[in-house]
């Protein structure tokens, strides 16, 4: 066995440059380095060449290059909101998105339409999954056949489907905001839904807004919507998008810069939501126990003729879209005002000096009167004996007509076409918030009028009156000038302040003379026809009843209680009145002081008790008499006129 051969050994050479060799590797090094860096500094003088170029010479023609590159789309306006005084939605509008889809498309020159989408059924799959499936691609891809079958298409060839209407879930809108600009055939519009979030809670009052189509903004119908046309809607913009080579925007399409917004404008208004609920109440509480034909609640500020509450039934739901809102009764419904109007007659009376606040009165049951001539009979309509001998309270308080038409015929005719001038019985507010087309003037048949027809003036017969026009008149007597005020529906709108309208003519002059007017109101509910209603009442209110019937049969115009309270310190005023109420099956008679004075207790109770936190009464000031209370205010049925209406 022989030993393996011995491996042999080499030696490596030197790796490390020593002398001559080192001082070349260094010098390569640097040669190296200096060109990288030549090369670097002259492209970045060259892109700094380009650069120069691009601003200093052909800078204008690249901005006005970047400035065609937008999008610009015609952004309508949100509706302004309306709130109450104190800052509840009444009416509000929130952007929506309407979704359409464009089933025809572009008429050539041939005259054949070349179609927006050409795959339908992929189209409709699309839709369908950006609306999370509602509607559903079948559904789609069906209306777009159907309308491309059966027309109508425009003289251009184009031919919208409407597909969904007020989207307002974020996640959508977002999809589809970003999806109109690659989806051919769909069309996002933006709009606005108008919300009532009360529902028909001063309906009437507030009015409604709509829209016909998926194109035009909320029109104002009713109401203030209608009324405040002009500062809610807003105008519509066009606003420039700026988009990338793609067509990609780069901001919302909507500004949130305050100084390109076109919204309307917010109304406030003078209603309150509170009190305004306890009218609704006592509505309802009037209706289900006299089933009259219709219904009016007005609650007024006598201090600046704020109208913080108007209800009435029957009732318009502005968020049902097909509830329609029929006639406003508190400024359309014209009625004769009954027994209420006998305050007016002698208030103007004891300010002429032809009647004495001391005066005995008799209160008959009836009176004979001769004007030129003509004769003619004016008789109470209490049940019973007479209540006199007594004075203007006592007249007032027991509503006496022979005894108001006794002030009426002092005055004379001149003296009483004065007064209902003076109220305005034949005008109209010049009211911000109330279209003037809503708004009805009262009505005198000065045609047809008789020698002694301004007697029956005098106890509210013989001409007709709005309700809202009654209780401006009322404010009056809860004032210490007595002058009647013009409502006040708006606050303010947009920031700028509605100022108060403008007064009517003093009523009572004298000082003592107005104090007498307000002892013979608070009479009416102490020891007079609203005494029932007020029994164990719980703040002290003065006002009076009403009750008009119609010459022929059981029927009535009207019944109704006009009052303020606190009685000393009146900060409300409340009308309520029933329209063509009718006798009940138990018997009872549908006069004012049993229908409408309790719905006025209730809403001046509730309201200056638990909203305004007045101090109740501790007791009950009066003990209720015996027997039925009846509204001495009927018509004089002797009367040779009585039927003339």
């Not at 030197?14 to 010098?27: F, N, W």
């Not at 559904?139 to 109508?152: I, M």
């Not at 080579?245 to 901001?251: A, N, Q």
């Not at 600046?304 to 009435?312: I, K, P, T, W, Y």
Request: glycine share 10%; charged share 25%; aromatic share 6%.
């Amino acid at each position: 066995m022989t030993a393996p051969a011995a491996r042999p050994v080499t030696e490596l050479p030197r790796t490390v440059p020593v002398g001559l060799a080192r001082r070349t590797l260094r010098a390569v090094q640097r040669f190296r380095t200096t060109f990288v860096f030549g090369v670097v500094l002259v492209l970045f003088g060259a892109l700094l060449v380009r650069l120069c170029r691009l601003q200093l010479f052909s800078g204008s023609d690249y901005r006005e290059l970047v400035a065609r590159q937008q999008s610009v789309d015609s952004v309508k306006p949100l509706r302004g909101a309306i709130v109450d005084r104190a800052g509840r939605v009444l009416a509000l509008s929130r952007p929506v998105r309407h979704v359409l889809v464009e089933a025809g498309g572009v008429v050539l020159k041939s005259g054949a339409i070349k179609l927006t989408v050409d795959d339908v059924s992929r189209f409709a799959v699309t839709l369908s999954e950006l609306l999370e499936g509602v509607p559903s691609a079948k559904e789609l891809r069906e209306a777009v056949q159907a309308r491309r079958r059966d027309g109508p298409f425009g003289r251009s060839g184009t031919s919208q489907i409407v597909v969904r209407r007020n989207i307002d879930d974020p996640r959508i809108v977002a999809r589809l905001d970003e999806a109109r600009t690659r989806l051919p055939g769909l069309v996002v519009l933006h709009a606005d839904r108008r919300d009532y979030p009360n529902g028909s809670w001063g309906g009437h009052l507030i009015g409604v807004a709509r829209t016909g189509d998926a194109w035009g903004a909320p029109t104002g119908l009713d109401g203030v919507e209608r009324g405040l046309e002009e500062f809610l809607r807003g105008e519509t913009v066009r606003r420039s998008r700026p988009v990338d080579g793609r067509g990609r925007p780069f901001v919302t399409p909507r500004s949130v810069d305050p100084r390109d917004d076109a919204d309307g404008r917010t109304a406030w208004l003078a209603m309150d939501l509170v009190v305004q609920g306890f009218c609704e109440e006592a509505l309802d509480e009037l209706m289900a126990a006299w089933a009259p034909k219709g219904a009016v609640a007005i609650v007024m500020d006598p201090a600046n003729g704020d109208v913080l509450a108007m209800a009435q039934r029957p009732a318009f739901d502005p968020s049902v879209p097909s509830d329609e809102a029929g006639q406003d009764l508190a400024t359309q419904w014209t009625t004769e005002p009954g027994s209420t109007f006998k305050p007016f007659t002698f208030a103007r009376a004891l300010d002429a000096g032809v009647l004495g606040p001391a005066e005995p009165l008799e209160m008959p049951r009836s009176r004979e009167f001769t004007v030129r001539g003509s004769t003619t009979v004016v008789r109470d309509a209490h049940e019973g004996e007479s209540a006199g001998p007594g004075t203007v309270v006592d007249a007032c308080a027991h509503s006496n007509n022979p005894d108001a038409a006794l002030a009426a015929f002092r005055l004379e005719a001149s003296g009483m076409q004065r007064l209902l001038a003076d109220l305005g019985v034949e005008a109209k507010f010049p009211v911000l918030g109330i279209p003037e087309s809503r708004e009805a003037k009262g009505y005198i048949p000065w045609k047809r009028l008789g020698a002694t027809d301004h007697l029956r003036w005098g106890f509210g017969h013989a001409f007709t009156m709005t309700p809202l026009r009654l209780a401006a008149s009322y404010c009056a007597f809860a004032r210490d000038d007595f002058r009647p005020v013009t409502p006040r529906v708006v606050l303010a709108v947009g920031g700028e302040t509605v100022r108060e309208g403008d007064l009517g003519p003093v009523l009572v002059r004298d000082p003592a003379k107005r104090a007498v007017m307000r002892r013979a109101l608070r009479a009416v509910v102490t020891e007079g026809t609203a005494v029932k209603a007020f029994a164990g009442a719980r703040v002290d209110v003065s006002g009076k009843t009403g009750t008009a019937r119609k010459p022929v049969g059981e029927g009535y115009y009207s019944c109704s209680f006009a009052g303020f309270a606190p009685a000393d310190a009146p900060r409300l005023v409340c009308l309520v009145m029933a329209q063509e109420p009718s006798v009940r099956a138990d018997g009872a008679k549908p006069y004012g002081g049993a229908v409408a004075a309790p719905a006025v207790r209730h809403v001046l109770e509730r309201t200056l008790i638990e909203y305004f936190g007045v101090a109740p009464k501790d007791a009950p000031e009066h003990v209720v008499p015996a027997g039925p209370a009846s509204d001495a205010d009927l018509p004089a049925s002797a009367s040779p006129r009585t039927e003339d209406r």
